[in-house]
């Protein structure tokens, strides 16, 4: 049984992964403990502690209203931003408010769901590997814990979803993504035509558009805030992705590989678009994808649901032709999706390091 009421830091012959990941009961389940004190697992190191003193006051990324998606400023602005700032906020982008709604309402049942239903979806237990339930990112190989549960669904098919996506959010899940696949194809068509991409064909369909994952993340309250991270620093490696936060606020955005940060403040009715490094690639370095981390909360639960269009696994990233037609050298060299998200996901978030297996040494 575990320890209750503050109780855990004197109690050496707990184990706290046991509880978090084997019994599924996640950090929510430490959290709602009553915990004083953070255990000693989630202590960052002081490098990558964060502090107040590094937001960059009075700024914000880029907010971009889409209900005129067709014009030509509009387009520039989404190819301008993708460029000089990887990260935006949109409005008026065609996803029904109440959709959005529903998708937060259903990620908060899911973690609302007891331990015991919950670890039916862990690793050793889920019986697919397109659905993982689990918390911080890669626990085995992390120097110190992320505060963070999370529920990761990645779509093949209609019939693996029906079979085996949680009841009590696939159907939420399922419309979220159906109703982005407008706004998702109107901004990969605005994005490749900056690039001099005239369309998407067969052959680039799979490299931009090949494969969804849907996240539901939780991030509940923390006692000592300040020496952990919800999300520590890194970059997607979509094509791009597409967040749905709540109110709560949490997510910030490093600007310009310097060492300050910029707060993402929700927008009511609004979702974030940020550029992946299988975007950046396929620019050759033109659109940026960016480094962000999400901070825990002394004192109120967060949720977040990032919609992830990533390439087919099978799909060779390397810069797009009419990128480089006008003599601009490669900064990549071709890497196979799967083999760029595998090294991704067998190490600790990094920051920016990930997209270093596919630069080409020399440059």
Same mark, same amino acid.
């Given at each position: 049984?575990? !320890?209750?009421?503050?109780?855990?830091?004197?109690?050496?012959?707990?184990?706290?992964?046991?509880?978090?990941? @084997?019994?599924?009961?996640?950090?929510?389940?430490?959290?709602?403990?009553?915990?004083?004190?953070?255990? *000693?697992?989630?202590?960052?190191?002081?490098? #990558?502690?964060?502090?107040?003193?590094?937001?960059?006051?009075?700024?914000?990324?880029?907010?971009?209203?889409?209900?005129?998606?067709?014009?030509?400023?509009?387009?520039? /602005?989404?190819?301008?931003?993708?460029?000089?700032?990887?990260?935006?906020?949109?409005?008026?982008?065609?996803?029904?408010?109440?959709?959005?709604?529903?998708?937060?309402?259903?990620?908060?049942?899911?973690?609302?769901?007891?331990?015991?239903?919950?670890?039916?979806?862990?690793?050793? @237990?889920?019986?697919?590997?397109?659905? $993982?339930?689990?918390?911080?990112?890669?626990?085995?190989?992390?120097?110190?814990?992320?505060?963070?549960?999370?529920? /990761?669904?990645?779509?093949?098919?209609? #019939? #693996?979803?029906?079979?085996?996506?949680?009841?009590?959010?696939?159907?939420?899940?399922?419309?979220?993504?159906? =109703?982005?696949?407008?706004?998702?194809?109107?901004?990969? &068509?605005?994005?490749?035509?900056?690039?001099?991409?005239? $369309?998407?064909?067969?052959?680039?369909?799979?490299?931009?558009?090949?494969? $969804?994952?849907?996240?539901?993340?939780?991030?509940?309250?923390?006692? @000592? !805030?300040?020496?952990?991270?919800?999300?520590?620093?890194?970059?997607?490696?979509?094509?791009?992705? %597409?967040?749905?936060?709540?109110?709560?606020?949490?997510?910030?955005?490093?600007? +310009?590989?310097?060492?300050?940060?910029?707060?993402?403040?929700?927008?009511?009715? /609004?979702?974030? %678009?940020?550029?992946? +490094?299988?975007?950046?690639?396929?620019?050759?370095?033109?659109?940026?994808?960016?480094?962000?981390?999400?901070?825990?909360?002394?004192?109120?639960?967060?949720? =977040?649901?990032?919609?992830?269009?990533?390439?087919?696994?099978?799909?060779?990233?390397?810069?797009?032709?009419?990128?480089?037609?006008?003599? #601009? *050298? !490669?900064?990549?060299?071709?890497?196979?999706?799967?083999?760029?998200?595998?090294?991704?996901?067998?190490?600790?978030? &990094?920051?920016? *390091?990930?997209?270093?297996?596919?630069?080409? =040494?020399?440059?």
């Amino acid at each position: 049984m575990a !320890p209750t009421n503050g109780s855990i830091l004197a109690t050496e012959s707990w184990d706290l992964t046991d509880f978090v990941v @084997n019994k599924g009961h996640g950090v929510k389940g430490l959290s709602e403990m009553g915990l004083k004190s953070l255990p *000693k697992q989630f202590h960052q190191p002081l490098e #990558e502690r964060f502090s107040e003193k590094k937001i960059l006051d009075q700024v914000s990324i880029p907010l971009i209203d889409m209900s005129k998606w067709e014009s030509p400023e509009v387009a520039k /602005s989404i190819c301008d931003t993708a460029e000089n700032w990887g990260f935006f906020q949109i409005v008026n982008h065609g996803v029904p408010l109440e959709v959005l709604e529903r998708v937060k309402e259903a990620t908060h049942r899911f973690f609302a769901l007891p331990a015991e239903e919950k670890r039916n979806y862990s690793k050793e @237990n889920s019986p697919i590997n397109n659905v $993982r339930y689990g918390s911080s990112f890669v626990p085995h190989v992390e120097r110190a814990l992320e505060w963070k549960d999370f529920l /990761s669904l990645f779509y093949v098919s209609e #019939e #693996e979803t029906s079979a085996f996506w949680p009841p009590v959010c696939m159907d939420e899940m399922l419309e979220y993504m159906r =109703s982005s696949e407008v706004l998702i194809r109107r901004l990969m &068509d605005v994005l490749v035509k900056g690039l001099n991409v005239k $369309r998407i064909d067969e052959i680039r369909e799979p490299m931009l558009l090949g494969s $969804r994952r849907v996240n539901l993340n939780y991030y509940p309250m923390c006692p @000592n !805030p300040e020496l952990t991270v919800g999300v520590g620093r890194h970059s997607d490696i979509s094509t791009f992705t %597409i967040l749905l936060q709540d109110d709560i606020g949490g997510l910030h955005v490093r600007k +310009d590989s310097g060492t300050e940060w910029i707060h993402v403040a929700p927008i009511s009715g /609004s979702l974030i %678009i940020n550029v992946g +490094d299988a975007l950046q690639i396929m620019s050759n370095g033109r659109y940026k994808s960016v480094e962000h981390c999400v901070i825990a909360n002394g004192s109120q639960n967060r949720i =977040s649901v990032p919609l992830f269009v990533n390439p087919k696994p099978e799909a060779i990233l390397c810069p797009f032709p009419e990128v480089l037609a006008n003599g #601009e *050298k !490669p900064l990549y060299k071709p890497v196979l999706c799967a083999d760029y998200s595998r090294h991704f996901y067998t190490k600790a978030h &990094d920051g920016k *390091k990930t997209i270093d297996f596919a630069k080409i =040494s020399d440059i």
